[in-house]
């Protein structure tokens, strides 16, 4: 079992609210991603981290930001929400080697009204 | 650029029918991972396996089983006898080993497999 967690699981709130979805990992991973799913299925990655202060930018643009102070720490932030935000957020930390799968969190699924 | 092709984006069957879930991949590099996991409804993505491009040889672990070929650049994943519990969105991804991102996975489109009683 990979111990990494996402916490809200679910979350509806309105437009305009500033959103941070958490994601922690105990396995002291120095690689984390967040991904963006689609009601279509495909997944995106929007943020990755190499280790504490380092953070880039995915392959899909997006208008979230993310920080990484904290090695088990990976949280993704809104500050402004908006009705295309709606969507699922999937957090994931691996080890440094390429031949290591990447641990997937349970998912945050957001809904902007 | 690589690329993770599932062609099939949504199958049925009836259980305890054998199925197969296509993958294909393009990359121009030569060594690389590639790697499949199952998306339950419940969201998770799971690891099943991962299979490193020197390695050729097909895998089975209970009722599933992996069949690489290099030369046609497909993984596919067979789930014989197929059960109810197995009804999920199953991907296909691909990491290359030299790049200095390591563990950067390419995901396919994803394939729903719904097994009905």
């Known amino acids: 079992e990979a111990d990494i967690y996402q916490t809200p699981r679910y979350l509806v709130i309105g437009t305009g609210k500033k959103i941070t979805l958490e994601c922690s990992q105990t396995?002291?991973?120095?690689?984390m991603y967040w991904y963006q799913q689609d009601p279509g299925m495909e997944l995106h990655l929007i943020h990755y981290?190499?280790?504490?202060?380092?953070?880039e930018k995915g392959d899909l643009s997006s208008e979230s930001t993310v920080s990484r102070i904290r090695t088990e720490h990976f949280p993704l932030t809104l500050e402004s929400a908006r009705p295309s935000h709606t969507s699922q957020y999937l957090c994931?930390?691996?080890?440094?080697?390429?031949?290591?799968?990447?641990?997937f969190g349970d998912g945050t699924r957001l809904s902007i009204l | 650029a690589q690329k993770v092709t599932q062609a099939q984006t949504e199958i049925s069957v009836v259980e305890k029918e054998d199925v197969t879930l296509d993958c294909v991949y393009e990359?121009?590099?030569?060594?690389?991972?590639l790697f499949w996991y199952k998306q339950p409804p419940s969201g998770e993505l799971v690891f099943l396996i991962r299979?490193?491009?020197?390695?050729?040889q097909n895998e089975i672990s209970g009722r599933y089983s992996w069949n690489f070929q290099k030369s046609t650049s497909s993984f596919n994943f067979t789930i014989t006898a197929s059960q109810v519990v197995d009804s999920a969105v199953y991907f296909c991804?691909?990491?290359?080993?030299?790049?200095?991102?390591?563990?950067?996975?390419?995901f396919g489109g994803g394939t729903r497999l719904m097994v009905k009683p």
């Open positions: 981290s190499y280790g504490v202060n380092s953070t």
């Open positions: 299979r490193n491009s020197f390695d050729e």
């Open positions: 994931a930390s691996s080890e440094w080697v390429s031949d290591q799968p990447q641990h």
């Open positions: 990359t121009r590099d030569t060594t690389y991972y």
């Open positions: 991804a691909l990491t290359l080993v030299l790049n200095n991102a390591g563990n950067m996975l390419t």
């Open positions: 396995m002291g991973h120095d690689k």
